[in-house]
């Protein structure tokens, strides 16, 4: 089957780094993407990865390594708009997997 | 302004009663799809399409039915809606693989009780 696993919840401080763990087990893979969804709202685009590396994007960064099937969203100097879930995704070659979202409560 | 948008927004049925779930998008996207979120479980795929009169199953597909007909629409239709369906639905589209990442915009989803 397929599996995508991130921790439920975190907790971390204005101005302050986080990093978001997922690891993947898929039968394939075309790419991994982050989503942001605010409580009430609708996933928006954060970020892609396909190759291993980093990707960066303003404040928003994303790594992948794909023989280890992982990959962290680093989020630095946090905003209390940041508080949001971070949802990882999978993209099977048009079937999408996402994981169960990772709450991230940003305090001042 | 580019979006996807979804209707009807909230809905509460009654056990068997036939509903339908319309979506529509305005970026001539070719894939659509459509995915149900319960907490705990995340985001699921119920069905996608990758063009016209292209559909196929995704993680989740028992007990709803799609059709596309035209390439902006891509109506999500219960037949005979049972109470585990009660959930909360997106539907996105995208440009699809060929445009390279297959980045999907989403609805701003559906609230559907069945009681």
């Known amino acids: 089957g397929q599996n995508i696993d991130q921790p439920t919840e975190m907790t971390a401080t204005e101005g302050a780094i986080v990093q978001i763990n997922c690891t993947y087990q898929?039968?394939?893979?075309?790419?991994l993407f982050w989503y942001q969804q605010h409580a009430g709202e609708a996933p928006t685009f954060l970020s892609y990865?396909?190759?291993?590396g980093l990707e960066e994007k303003g404040r928003f960064s994303s790594f992948l390594s794909r023989s280890k099937g992982y990959s962290y969203l680093l989020l630095k100097e946090l905003q209390m708009k940041d508080s949001a879930s971070y949802l990882c995704?999978?993209?099977?070659?048009?079937?999408?997997?996402f994981g169960s979202g990772t709450k991230l409560n940003v305090k001042p | 302004e580019a979006q996807v948008t979804q209707n009807p927004r909230y809905l509460i049925t009654v056990t068997g009663k036939k509903l339908t779930v319309t979506c529509s998008q305005n970026?001539?996207?070719?894939?659509m799809s459509w995915y149900r979120q319960d907490p705990g479980l995340g985001l699921r795929q119920i069905y996608y399409s990758m063009n016209v009169e292209v559909t196929d199953k995704g993680d989740v597909p028992e007990g709803y039915k799609v059709s596309r007909k035209e390439k902006r629409n891509f109506p999500l239709i219960l037949e005979s809606p049972s109470p585990n369906q009660t959930s909360l639905y997106f539907c996105?589209?995208?440009?699809?693989?060929?445009?390279?990442?297959?980045?999907?915009?989403f609805g701003a989803g559906s609230r559907l009780t069945v009681l």
């Open positions: 996105a589209s995208s440009l699809g693989q060929m445009e390279g990442a297959n980045v999907l915009t």
């Open positions: 990865n396909v190759l291993d």
């Open positions: 970026m001539n996207h070719e894939y």
């Open positions: 995704a999978v993209d099977n070659f048009n079937k999408f997997y």
């Open positions: 898929t039968s394939g893979f075309n790419g």
